[in-house]
T-cell receptor
Framework: AQSVTQLGSHVSVSEGALVLLRCNYS??????LFWYVQYPNQGLQLLLK??????LVKGINGFEAEFKKSETSFHLTKPSAHMSDAAEYFC??????????FGAGTRLTVKP | SQTIHQWPATLVQPVGSPLSLECTVE??????LYWYRQAAGRGLQLLFY??????ISSEVPQNLSASRPQDRQFILSSKKLLLSDSGFYLC????????????FGPGTRLTVL
C-alpha cells in the first residue's frame, strides 16, 4: 500500500531562514503527491501537488517541492521563513484506490 | 465555487451520550466524502469514506458509524461515546480522480468527559 514518511515531527527555524520539510513516499503505482498546511484549530489547506507534470512544483505562500523518483522523496522548501508560516504540515500520497494517505505531520516553529 | 461546512465547531459530551456530526458540501456533485480524526499530537486517521449515496467504507473498527443520506451530506454518528472518541474531526471532499486533492472543512473539536 502507498504511504508517506515525514522525517522530523518538529522543525524550528529562524525568521528569514530556509525551510526544509522532508517527505519520503512508498508507492506501487506512479504517485500523486500533496503537501497540506494546517493552522491551529482549522482544517487542512492544499499548498501544492505533484501530478506527473513538472518535477518542481510551486505552491502558495512561496513554497515549492521537488519530486525525486530516484530518492522517492517530495521535500517541501521555502527560501525565507516568515512568522506566519508557523503551522503543521502534512505530506500525502494518493492511494491507487483514491484514498489519501497522510504522513504524521511536521510542526514548523519560526523564531523571531 | 465549492464550499464545505461542518457543525458544530465545538462539542462537549459526556461518556455514553450519542453523537451526530454533520458535513455538507456545496457547488459540486457526486463528490467523494471523507471523515478523519486527529487525536492530540497525532496525524490524521481516516475513519470513513464514501463514493456515493449509501456507500460507506470503514477504515477502522470502532463505535462510530457514518451515513450519506444525500449526495452532498455526510454524517458521523455514535450511539455511545467513549473517552477515546475525543479529538478533532475533519470532513473532506474530493473529485473522483487519483490526482484530485481533498478539500477540508473547518473541523469539529469533540471533548468527551
Amino acid at each position: 500500500a502507498q504511504s508517506v514518511t515525514q522525517l522530523g515531527s518538529h522543525v524550528s527555524v529562524s525568521e528569514g531562514a530556509l525551510v526544509l520539510l522532508r517527505c519520503n513516499y512508498s508507492s506501487s503505482v506512479p504517485p500523486y503527491l500533496f503537501w497540506y498546511v494546517q493552522y491551529p484549530n482549522q482544517g487542512l489547506q492544499l499548498l501544492l501537488k505533484y501530478t506527473s507534470a513538472a518535477t518542481l512544483v510551486k505552491g502558495i505562500n512561496g513554497f515549492e517541492a521537488e519530486f525525486k523518483k530516484s530518492e522517492t522523496s517530495f521535500h517541501l522548501t521555502k527560501p525565507s521563513a516568515h512568522m506566519s508560516d508557523a503551522a503543521e504540515y502534512f505530506c500525502a500520497v494518493s492511494d491507487k484506490n483514491n484514498d489519501m494517505r497522510f504522513g504524521a505531520g511536521t510542526r514548523l516553529t519560526v523564531k523571531p | 465555487s465549492q464550499t464545505i461546512h461542518q457543525w458544530p465547531a465545538t462539542l462537549v459530551q459526556p461518556v455514553g451520550s450519542p453523537l451526530s456530526l454533520e458535513c455538507t458540501v456545496e457547488g459540486t456533485s457526486n463528490p467523494n466524502l471523507y471523515w478523519y480524526r486527529q487525536a492530540a499530537g497525532r496525524g490524521l486517521q481516516l475513519l470513513f469514506y464514501s463514493v456515493g449515496i449509501g456507500q460507506i467504507s470503514s477504515e477502522v473498527p470502532q463505535n462510530l458509524s457514518a451515513s450519506r443520506p444525500q449526495d452532498r451530506q455526510f454524517i458521523l454518528s455514535s450511539k455511545k461515546l467513549l473517552l477515546s472518541d475525543s479529538g478533532f474531526y475533519l470532513c473532506a471532499w474530493s473529485g473522483t480522480a487519483r490526482w484530485d486533492e481533498q478539500f477540508f472543512g473547518p473541523g469539529t473539536r469533540l471533548t468527551v468527559l
